[in-house]
């Protein structure tokens, strides 16, 4: 086997817009992934993390550079990349093991379909909705389940197909707080279990510390990799690990990062200098 | 002071009331009976026509300009023992369905299109939305001189009236598709065939049948303009007609008439919506 990494992004770039308005989303990006390792992505907003998972999943061009998915260049979307959205990527019309077993009624599937595939294929459909906790909805429609399910049942549509890497963009974003860490240690057990390659993009600091083995801190205007930090804790996480003194350590190391790389510690000084003006003036 | 008992807030308890007085009926968007939305319901109808009742009772009025209910119907009862109401029904009922059908069977393929791919909105929305400012009636003198007085001029009137209407509302139904339902597709490696045929037009279906029930509405009010082509029968004729001879309580027989089959229509719609997409009116109950 190569040792080459699952994905390559080599000095990434991406443009938007033309002309004065231009923006400059992603700047010399480089990243490797190895097969396996679950990375996550933070950043203040406008850091481009988003587009950088767009751009690996080929549902954003990229301007310059190059991003090998098995050293190919990746050129669109495809099924070995699949992608988990925040909300509204479930289809409302089918239940919710129709919508799992979507990908089985595409071409891209059923071209070389055998009986003994199909069954395999059902098979897995099964094991999945068992997995996910979804058995007693599985006849449901996704309008009938609370945003936690819904999200259960985007992740097991996505692993299906056995992609080889698993994207996912601020999956639980839209979560209250209890059923995220619910949901934490649901994906952590579950690309245990199917060794998946994962890169998960969030704002949440400890989201991204308790799923990520690596935290890839990105940087707004330009869009780039600002630092990139091993996670210390043992590979396999359960929530008291959040009280530790590392984790606690790496995340306010993280969040002063992202603070200072947004320029909200410049705005506090600001702030600080404002208010002792205003201050001066009444006084 | 000492704390007021509970027993002085009678009906102002916070959160949601409960369904009595006329307090529950003015809480924003709060959910009301079955019973008192059937007994509103049939209040508003019931109102108009009580009033109209008792202002053409007085004779105050001259007939000429309001006719009663009972003349009306009795007008309508002669209409369709003499002078063949079915038929004016049938044949203007027909007239509105090919027209909508026909406008319906262009505008869902080619909304789809405009819809989809930015390529096409680009080349055809500008071009619709300057037709569909041009009045229908307009185009009346036209429809004679290319399409003849027969059958087809009917249809063609009411065809420009509702298509680039309705081309435009489908082409909306299909942007309103969620991005994130096609990309999901995009990334199990759907082809772009499957992701219009299992995605945005599976996803659009039932926006797509309200978007057919409203533009059937705007069909029928251009009924009364497409029969003024050449026409001998059907329900907007014999408006037409009768305005002739002031005949009013025809003209009312007539109106109200269109307005019965409109709403027959439109509920006839509502219950195909709710048996074709039962997943959009279940109660959540897990």
């Given amino acids: 086997m190569s040792t080459a990494a699952l994905v390559q992004c080599r000095s990434v770039g ?49 301007s310059s550079g190059d991003i090998l998915v098995e050293g190919r260049a990746v050129q669109g979307p495809g099924s070995d990349r699949a992608m988990v959205f925040q909300n509204y990527s479930l289809y409302p019309w089918l239940s919710v093991a129709d919508n799992i077993r979507f990908t089985r009624c595409l071409s891209a599937h059923t071209r070389d379909r055998t009986s003994s595939s199909v069954e395999a294929a059902l098979g897995r459909a099964e094991a999945l909705i068992r997995l996910m906790g ?34 996912m963009d601020e999956p639980f974003g839209a979560l209250d707080a209890q ?40 940087a707004p205007r330009p869009g780039r990799i600002d630092s990139v930090y091993e996670v210390p804790l043992p590979a396999h996480r359960s929530q008291e690990m959040k009280q530790d003194p590392i984790f606690l350590r790496l995340r306010t190391q993280i969040l002063d990062r992202i603070r200072e790389t947004a320029g909200m510690k410049t705005d506090l000084d600001l702030l600080r200098k404002l208010s002792g003006a205003a201050a001066g003036t009444l006084g | 002071m000492p704390p007021s008992p509970p027993s002085t807030h009678t009906g102002s308890t916070p959160g949601r009331p409960r369904g009595q007085g006329l307090r529950a009926l003015w809480t924003i968007r709060a959910p009301i009976s079955p019973r008192s939305y059937w007994a509103l319901a049939g209040l508003g109808l019931l109102l108009p026509l009580a009033a109209w009742t008792l202002l053409a ?23 369709w023992s003499e002078d063949d109401l079915a038929g004016d029904i049938g044949i203007s009922v027909y007239r509105v369905v090919a027209g909508w059908a026909l406008s319906a069977l262009i505008a869902l393929p080619l909304g789809l299109y405009i819809g989809t791919f930015r390529s096409v909105q680009a080349l055809l929305e500008p071009l619709t939305d300057f037709i569909r400012y041009m009045p229908a009636v307009a185009f009346i003198p036209l429809v004679m001189l290319w399409i003849g007085i027969d059958e087809r001029s009917k249809v063609a009137i009411i ?74 029968s059907g329900l907007g004729y014999a408006i037409v007609k009768a305005q002739r001879f002031l005949q009013t309580d025809k003209i009312f027989a007539g109106i109200l008439l269109i307005g019965a089959i409109g709403l027959a229509i439109d509920q006839a719609f509502r219950l195909v919506h709710r048996l074709a997409f039962p997943w959009l009116h279940a109660r959540s109950g897990l």
């Fill in chain 1, 14 to 62: 991406k443009i938007f817009g033309g002309g004065r308005g231009q923006v400059t989303a992603l700047e010399n990006v480089s990243l490797d992934v190895a097969e396996g390792e679950f990375v996550t992505i933070v950043g203040a907003s406008g850091c481009g993390k988003s587009t950088l998972l767009r751009a690996i999943g080929g549902l954003e061009t990229h």
């Fill in chain 1, 134 to 167: 979804l058995s007693h909805v599985r006849e449901a429609h996704p309008n009938q389940l609370s945003g936690g399910m819904q999200q259960r049942v985007a992740i097991a549509r996505a692993l299906l197909s056995r992609p080889r890497i698993l994207l």
């Fill in chain 1, 179 to 218: 059923t995220r860490e619910v949901m934490h240690d649901l994906i952590l057990h579950v690309s245990e279990l199917e060794r998946s390659t994962v890169i998960f993009v969030t704002h949440d600091v400890e989201e991204a510390i308790y799923l990520g083995k690596r935290v890839v801190l990105m």
């Fill in chain 2, 57 to 79: 009772s007085f004779g105050a009025i001259n007939k000429v300009f309001l006719p009663g209910p009972l003349d009306v119907l009795v007008r309508l009862g002669h209409w």
């Fill in chain 2, 159 to 232: 065809f420009i009236g509702t298509f680039f209407q309705m081309v435009l509302m489908v082409a909306e139904d299909m942007r309103r598709v969620p991005t994130a339902q096609i990309e999901a597709a995009q990334t199990m490696g759907a082809t772009r065939g499957e992701i219009l045929e299992k995605v945005i037009l599976a996803s659009a279906k039932p926006a797509l049948l309200d978007t057919l029930r409203i533009t059937m509405g705007w069909a029928w009010t251009y009924l009364v303009v497409a029969e003024l082509v050449a026409a001998n």
